[in-house]
């Protein structure tokens, strides 16, 4: 039983246009979110986050939102640029838990020119 | 500017063989932890370590064996591979004061044949 999900396995967006990925979670107990990116090749890199406490936090062109009521977060990618392309993975933990993290199955991210 | 070294990067070994993936930090991070990524899922959390002379199982431990004698090094050793065992695998480290913000090698491909 996956408790991350990203249901999008890609998504296609024009470079200038707002990219927006989601994800969706099970576990009531998660108090904090990441989005991290992959390149072909290379390890993930950490993005943004974000805590339960808030319900939105932004980095420049990157901002998450979080709505616990509906247990879902959505990272916004404004404007998209080609250096977007590629894998971005949501992932969680919950208190106590070892700082473990629960990772979603990534969504691959192109950005067309 | 290291951060977190693997190696070797690309490996391929016949089934019923043993091999170490060796994973290096150099930026004093308590925890340490190994995941593997397969295609269509998440990053699993295979073992990790809170600090030098402990290390506890993942989600997905079976196969593999771990040791943290220091706080830099966490090597990953598959006693007999397995061709389930083929995936790609990423070391990963973390200060326990700098909230779950993981860094990640860049990745070991292994292909069991």
């Known amino acids: 039983d996956q408790q991350v999900k990203q249901n999008s396995p890609s998504l296609s967006v024009q470079e200038g246009r707002i990219s927006i990925l989601n994800c969706d979670y099970t576990n009531s107990m998660f108090d904090y979110f990441l989005w991290y990116k992959k390149y072909p090749a290379e390890g993930p890199t950490f993005l943004i986050s974000?805590?339960?406490i808030k319900d939105k936090n932004e980095d420049g062109r990157f901002t998450v939102f979080l709505n616990k009521s509906a247990k879902h977060l959505s990272l916004h990618i404004v404007p998209s640029q080609p250096g977007d392309s590629a894998v971005y993975f949501c992932a969680a933990s919950a208190p106590r838990s070892n700082y473990q993290l629960i990772w979603g199955a990534g969504t691959k991210l192109i950005i067309k020119p | 500017n290291a951060g977190v070294t693997q190696t070797p990067k690309f490996q391929v070994l016949k089934t019923g063989q043993s091999m170490t993936l060796q994973c290096a930090q150099d930026?004093?991070?308590?925890?340490m932890s190994w995941y593997r990524q397969d295609p269509g899922m998440g990053l699993r959390l295979i073992h990790y370590?809170?600090?030098?002379?402990?290390?506890d199982q993942g989600e997905v431990p079976n196969g593999y064996n771990v040791s943290r004698s220091t706080t830099e090094d966490f090597p990953l050793r598959l006693l007999s591979a397995a061709p389930s065992q083929t995936s790609v695998y990423f070391c990963?480290?973390?200060?326990?004061?700098?909230?779950?913000?993981?860094?990640f090698g860049e990745g070991s491909w292994l292909t069991v044949v």
């Open positions: 974000i805590s339960s």
């Open positions: 370590s809170v600090g030098a002379g402990i290390t």
């Open positions: 930026m004093n991070h308590e925890y």
């Open positions: 990963a480290s973390q200060g326990l004061t700098s909230g779950n913000t993981i860094y």
